[in-house]
């Protein structure tokens, strides 16, 4: 069975920073592209970073510069660290897992966790 497990959301000012952190079981971590999703009241869910096996990123043209992705395979986690965050920053993020370079969406994904920025 497989589970990811986020955490770190919370709430920030705009400027602030955040490392959103996600623990993957159930998968053969180190063979598994990972992935950062959000999802916006009102908006559907984008991605927002990926990370494919052999180390590749890719990021949505509105964090480049700003988030930065990496994961840790003896740990079995993918991070996402968030600086200089914006209001239109807050979504609900998720974990994924599964994707590939091509099509960074995998099957799987976690509960999700809330990242507020407050203006």
């Known amino acids: 069975q497989v589970q990811l497990v986020e955490s770190g959301g919370g709430l920030v000012q705009a400027g602030g920073s955040l490392r959103l952190s996600c623990a993957g079981s159930?998968?053969?971590?180190?063979?598994?592209?990972m992935g950062w999703y959000r999802q916006a009241p009102g908006k559907q869910r984008e991605l927002v970073a990926f990370?494919?096996?052999?180390?590749?990123?890719l990021y949505a043209d509105s964090v480049k510069d700003r988030f930065t992705i990496f994961r840790n395979n003896a740990q079995k986690t993918v991070s996402l660290r968030m600086n200089s965050l914006k209001p239109e920053d807050t979504a609900i993020y998720y974990c994924?897992?599964?994707?590939?370079?091509?099509?960074?969406?995998?099957?799987?994904w976690g509960q999700g966790t809330q990242v507020t920025v407050s203006s």
């Open positions: 159930g998968i053969i971590f180190s063979s598994t592209g």
């Open positions: 994924n897992a599964g994707g590939n370079l091509r099509s960074t969406a995998g099957q799987y």
């Open positions: 990370i494919s096996v052999g180390g590749v990123t």
